[in-house]
Structure formats: C-alpha cells, structure tokens
C-alpha cells in the first residue's frame, strides 16, 4: 500500500490515542533531544535544533556526547557520565515542560538505562528513537553492547522508532537489504514495543528512496520518494527524526508525523549547501533560506 501525493496530508486510520494539542508548558510546544553534539553542526543536537526552529517550537537539549566531527568523518569522542546525562534532562523537563522528545547518539548501555529512567520518572510520553549507531561519515556512536539496552528498555516506551537499514538488522538480527527485509524488521521491532515503526530506506539501491511505516495493529504502508542528487545528506537521519519529534510537540498523529517529516527532510536534502570535502551536510532552514533568495 502506498501514500497519497505529498500535498494531500491525510490523517492515516490506526489505534493511537489521539494528542494532546495543548503544551505542557502552557504555552509554545517544547522538544526536547537527547543526542550528542556534531561541532560542525550537521547532525546531532544542533541539526535538531534547527529543525526544531523551523517548525515553531520551543528546543532544548540534553547532550549525551561530545563528538569532533565534520563532513569527512568523526575524529574524536567524549561521552558525558549518565549522572549529567540525567540532570540535563529533568532540569529541562520539571521547568519547560516537554511535549515529545527524541533520542539520538545515546554512546553507552548506562546512558541508555539513565534516559529511560528519566523520562519515565518525568512522564514524559511522546517520544522519538532515532537508534543513531554509526554516523554518516563514519565513526561509531553506540556501544555495541548498548543495542541489547535500547531494544529492552528504549523501544517499549517509543511512540516512533526511525532505524535505517543497518540498524533495523542490528535491532532485529535479520538482513535487511530490500522491501521485503525492510518489512519483516517493521513487523519484528514493532513486537518489541513501539507504537510505529519507520524503516528507512534511504541506502536502498535503485531510483526510490522508500520508507516502511508499521503502525501497531495496522499493516505495512510505503512512503514513497524519489531518490534525490546528493552528496551523502549529512545528518538527514537526525533532522527527520526531529521533524517527527516537532510535529508531535505540536498535536500531530505519529503516522501523519512521519509523512511530513519524510517530505521535510526531503526539501532540506535538497537545500544541502556546499560545505566542506565530504558529506554534504542537509539544511532544516530551507524555508527561511528560499525566502531570502
């Protein structure tokens, strides 16, 4: 089954429990991220405030990592201790309030089981997994032995999960190399717990760039996309995780969520400006950036 055409955003039939579209701060929604720090601002924490921003909602950070990276790969790594991790977190949530977060470079089992423990203690109940492994430009992110904790403890308690390809088979065990493994790991990490399931299927050979929605009780449905001219999209990963994350914040479905996060970050792949000798980095700031043109 197949989408309807970018333009007709349709409000998807599933089991979920409608959204609040009222802040928990009363006022302008807040997103929260807990992801690492890309210093030369492609991914991570800063991609994710900027698409935060350019959604109309209020971002806060809770920084697990820091990371010297740019477009040609990750150079070095300092992972922050889950104490501060968790500090970051409730010092954002008992005041601001937060109406979705989203989970990027997590780095280690502790820091996985400190984020869960925080968010469930907060009542924290929009959130978003994007299980960040390896960057785009090489480097690895997690633990290996932070996967078994992000399947046990982290998956359960997402609303949305967002794994690539490789990372679907690391959290399924299965390949994962078309449509029809794409599918399969859907339906298995969907049994471990979130309420949807988008598997991206950016690194697929081909013209397409599909995506696999699974919406718990539901059956597969196929976000379609032409593969887009790029030099490698820099952190598109985080910036659709963090589009879905804002558009929660702001009351929408999950499903409905990921359609217009995938046409997002299609617009900011296109946008990507000419940055450095590597990946090209993808720009959430595409609608203010073609309005001054």
Do not use: Y
């Not at 740019?70 to 409730?90: C, Y």
């Not at 990027?104 to 203690?121: C, D, K, N, R």
């Not at 190399?177 to 050979?205: C, N, S, T």
């Not at 000798?277 to 309005?291: I, K, L, N, S, T």
């Amino acid at each position: 089954m197949s989408l309807p055409p970018p333009d007709e955003l349709v409000t998807l039939r599933h089991a979920l429990t409608p959204r609040s579209v009222t802040s928990s701060s009363g006022g302008r929604p807040v997103a929260l991220t807990i992801a690492g720090m890309d210093s030369s601002g492609g991914a991570g924490v800063v991609a994710d405030l900027k698409t935060f921003e350019a959604h109309g909602v209020w971002g806060a950070a809770a920084v697990t990592a820091v990371t010297a990276q740019n477009t040609l790969g990750v150079q070095a790594v300092e992972v922050l201790t889950p104490e501060i991790v968790r500090a970051q977190i409730a010092s954002v949530v008992s005041d601001l309030g937060a109406d979705a977060a989203k989970t990027g470079m997590l780095a280690s089992a502790e820091i996985v089981e400190a984020v869960v423990a925080t968010l469930v203690e907060l009542g924290v109940r929009n959130v978003v997994v994007d299980p960040v492994m390896v960057a785009t430009a090489g480097g690895r992110l997690l633990d290996a032995g932070a996967v078994d904790a992000v399947r046990a403890l982290l998956l359960p308690r997402a609303t949305v999960v967002t794994p690539n390809l490789a990372e679907a088979a690391a959290l399924t065990g299965s390949e994962v190399v078309d449509r029809a493994g794409m599918a399969r790991a859907a339906r298995a990490l969907g049994d471990m717990g979130p309420a949807v399931v988008l598997v991206k299927g950016g690194h697929l050979g081909g013209d397409g760039s599909p995506d696999c929605l699974l919406v718990a009780g539901g059956d597969v449905v196929w976000l379609e996309g032409a593969r887009l001219p790029s030099r490698g999209a820099h952190g598109s990963g985080c910036v659709l995780s963090a589009a879905i994350c804002a558009e929660l914040a702001r009351g929408m479905e999950p499903a409905d969520a990921c359609l217009a996060a995938k046409r997002f970050v299609e617009r900011a792949i296109e946008a990507g400006p000419a940055l450095g000798e590597g990946a090209v980095p993808v720009d959430p700031g595409w609608a203010r950036a073609g309005a001054g043109s």
